[in-house]
């Protein structure tokens, strides 16, 4: 997923992921293969997360023009 991520050239500066175990093995996927780690954000509101919810996080960003949200269904 990072391989592909840096090839296509759309690198994030934040990261918000989900606390739970499987969303840190995502992106620890994500991870490999950029070439510098962004900010990660670990936030429990994306857990199980509608879609409401995560406009809310994105709103919530601090400036960044590329972000990542790391989550579960249904969000």
């Known amino acids: 997923m990072g391989?592909?991520?840096r090839k296509?050239?759309?690198l994030p500066?934040?990261?918000w992921?989900?606390?739970a175990v499987r969303t840190r093995?995502?992106?620890e996927e994500a991870l490999d293969g950029m070439k510098h780690a962004p900010a990660i954000h670990f936030d429990e509101r994306i857990?199980?997360?509608?879609a409401e919810t995560?406009?809310?996080v994105l709103r919530s960003l601090g400036g960044a023009d590329r972000a990542m949200i790391i989550g579960h269904n249904p969000g």
């Open 54 to 56: 995560l406009l809310s």
């Open 25 to 27: 093995e995502t992106l």
């Open 3 to 5: 391989k592909a991520i």
């Open 17 to 19: 992921v989900s606390p």
């Open 47 to 50: 857990y199980e997360a509608s």
């Open 13 to 15: 500066e934040e990261i």
């Open 8 to 10: 296509l050239d759309i």
